[in-house]
């Protein structure tokens, strides 16, 4: 592997706005055919070094560079976007902002028909192209209408269609439920053995799920500099990680409660390919064995009651929620889980009063809320969008989360105190002088809870609260959450996220096709296989390890991870 693809050779970048480097010194070659991880926390420079490749720095976002980038032989600076964007081809985080066409074969073609391509060749290349990511049944749908993971086919499709040597993804997993993301990570290796020269560039958080297949290579960034360039072997048997804020996959952590050093020698990339001696499985069992004590939960009063409830949208016979029951009591943390599409944003947008149901009722604190207005509701309930886009509607970040408080006529001072708490918190406040428009999607999404949290709700729903969050920043909203729990809040959290639910939701709801299918804890739903395909989700990694010590009460395994790590985080 004498020619890379991509070199950088002591790169550097400075937006204009900005009077320090964004990227500082950067040295990476990149071979034809390599698979790379590209991580690091939220302003590491991960976003920027993307931008440099696909041409949208320097020539859309502008500032000054210094070094060399090279991309196939061509020097970056000099190339242009259009020329750039034949090489590397770039599937973003949201698909929404990509998609162009009013269904999914025309966005598909969308850059055929700029090129003048012939309608015949055009029909048999979206054709094939959509094939080859199992979307060829969807071209007539509008993009819009399809489920996260299939809007995220449509990209790809988009973008393979033009033969590029480069594949870079964006946060490919951020707004996929479990399986569609294991199903996205499958697809890259498949399109990858279709055409070994093509070279993959995934930048992504979520480390384990991207690890389900094997890389080639990972690249830690922070503070714009290369701190790793390593197997994933080596950098998981590293402090590296911890030291900037990753997230470590679970079944690691596990070992290290057992007591266990972590080396490159046992693999610890996969759980699958990882090697435990038949001494360390014992030492897993022995740790196991411990009993975590933790205080008995104590009963509260019912705060939220859903009876029988049932939705359709108008002009459809379809179903988007079917005879959906249950309860929540005051001080409850729960996760509401499943697939893409099961209806769970449908039944927050019910509790809060956006839309009325076709069927059933609500009670809060044992009113019925038939006759509560969306303003009544609020009064009790903060609801924090999955988008943030759709929520902002100020410049400025501060007059965004103090909006809440403005209209309620609450004293300036108390205002000011009250908002810059939240902003600290979420680590937002350095930016509170900023305006929206300046903030990356992840921080606009702190954003939206701080203009929530701030009101001091007595129930908070959350649609996707950590989507696009590094691991501190998702340390510290949860913790933020759980204090608020500890004090009285119910918080109920809808996502994609199996780290979280395990984590921070003693409680589960389990939904799939507008039915609720479970409602236990994350133990018990983490080791249900029939439960687990039935709601796209995807088996912990701890599941794995208890089969591979031996332990055969996987759930009981896994609800020990859980207190222990409960009480680690609480005490140290």
Same mark, same amino acid.
């Given at each position: ?8 050779? %002591? ?46 720095i320097p020539f859309n976002y502008t500032g000054e560079v210094t070094g060399q980038l090279h991309v196939m032989d061509l020097a970056a600076k000099d190339a242009g976007i259009f020329e750039l964007s034949k090489i590397v081809g770039t599937v973003l985080q949201d698909p929404d902002g990509q998609f162009v066409g009013l269904t999914s074969g025309e966005d598909i073609a969308f850059s055929l028909e700029n090129d003048l391509v ?29 489920? @996260? ?10 973008? !393979? ?32 053995? =279709?055409?070994?020269? #093509? ?31 390593? *197997? ?24 290290? +409660? ?6 490159? /020698? ?13 001494? /360390? =499985? %014992?030492?897993?069992?022995?740790? +196991? ?6 205080? /008995?939960?104590?009963?509260?009063? &019912? ?9 359709? +949208? ?26 893409? @599409? ?8 019910? !509790? ?17 809320? &038939? %006759? $509560? ?14 988008? *943030?886009? =759709? $929520?902002?509607?100020?410049? $400025? ?24 708490? #939240? ?36 129930? !908070?729903?959350? %649609? ?11 340390? /510290?909203?949860? &913790? ?20 979280? $639910?395990?984590? +921070? ?7 799939? =096709? ?52 409960? &009480? ?5």
């Amino acid at each position: 592997m004498n020619n890379p693809v991509i070199t950088f050779k %002591d790169y550097g970048f400075q937006y204009r706005s900005q009077t320090s480097p964004t990227l500082h010194h950067i040295n990476l070659d990149i071979q034809r055919g390599e698979k790379i991880l590209i991580i690091g926390p939220s302003g590491s420079g991960k976003s920027t070094l993307s931008n440099c490749l696909n041409g949208l720095i320097p020539f859309n976002y502008t500032g000054e560079v210094t070094g060399q980038l090279h991309v196939m032989d061509l020097a970056a600076k000099d190339a242009g976007i259009f020329e750039l964007s034949k090489i590397v081809g770039t599937v973003l985080q949201d698909p929404d902002g990509q998609f162009v066409g009013l269904t999914s074969g025309e966005d598909i073609a969308f850059s055929l028909e700029n090129d003048l391509v012939p309608q015949e060749e055009m029909h048999t290349r979206v054709l094939q192209a959509a094939k080859t990511v199992g979307i060829d049944q969807f071209l007539e749908v509008s993009p819009y209408d399809l489920s @996260g993971g299939q809007k995220q086919r449509v990209s790809m499709a988009g973008v !393979i269609i033009n033969d590029v040597e480069v594949l870079l993804f964006d946060e490919p997993l951020a707004n996929l439920d479990p399986a569609a993301g294991r199903q996205t990570i499958l697809l890259i290796e498949q399109l990858m053995a =279709q055409n070994p020269d #093509v070279t993959v560039i995934i930048i992504e958080h979520r480390l384990e799920e991207v690890l389900y297949r094997r890389v080639d290579r990972i690249v830690l960034i922070n503070d714009g500099q290369i701190l790793a360039d390593e *197997p994933a072997d080596t950098l998981l048997s590293s402090t590296k990680l911890q030291e900037n804020g990753i997230r470590e996959p679970l079944y690691l952590t596990a070992l290290k +409660y057992a007591g266990m050093a972590i080396t490159k /020698e046992k693999h610890p990339a996969q759980i699958d390919t990882l090697s435990l001696s038949p001494d /360390e =499985q %014992d030492k897993v069992r022995q740790w +196991y064995e411990r009993k975590v004590i933790l205080p /008995e939960p104590v009963e509260t009063e &019912e705060l939220l009651k859903i009876e029988h409830l049932q939705f359709s +949208y108008p002009d459809t016979s379809r179903k988007v929620l079917k005879d959906i029951s249950f309860k929540i009591h005051c001080g409850e943390m729960t996760a509401i889980v499943g697939t893409n @599409g099961a209806g769970k944003s449908t039944l927050a947008k019910l !509790i809060c009063g956006f839309e009325s149901p076709t069927g059933g009722r609500l009670f809060l604190k044992g009113q019925d809320m &038939e %006759d $509560m207005t969306i303003t009544d509701r609020a009064e009790h309930i903060g609801y924090v969008m999955q988008n *943030p886009n =759709q $929520m902002i509607s100020k410049t $400025m970040i501060y007059d965004e989360v103090a909006m809440g408080l403005v209209s309620r006529g609450m004293d300036p001072d108390e205002i000011q105190k009250r908002v810059d708490k #939240v902003l600290e918190i979420c680590g937002l406040k350095p930016f509170r002088k900023w305006p929206v428009s300046a903030l990356s999607f992840g921080q606009k999404k702190r954003v939206t809870i701080a203009s929530v949290l701030v009101m001091d709700p007595e129930i !908070i729903i959350l %649609d996707e609260p950590t989507a696009g969050q590094d691991f501190r920043h998702y340390n /510290e909203i949860m &913790e933020f959450l759980r204090t608020l729990n500890q004090r009285g809040i119910t918080v109920l959290m809808i996502t994609h996220d199996m780290h979280l $639910m395990l984590e +921070y939701a003693p409680r589960a709801l389990v939904f799939s =096709q507008g039915e609720l299918l479970a409602d236990s804890t994350p133990a018990q739903i983490l080791t249900d296989q029939d439960l687990i395909k039935r709601a796209s989700l995807k088996e912990t990694s701890l599941f794995d390890l208890a089969g591979m010590c031996g332990i055969s009460e996987s759930a009981n395994f896994v609800q020990h991870f859980i207190d222990y790590d409960r &009480e680690v985080r609480n005490h140290g």
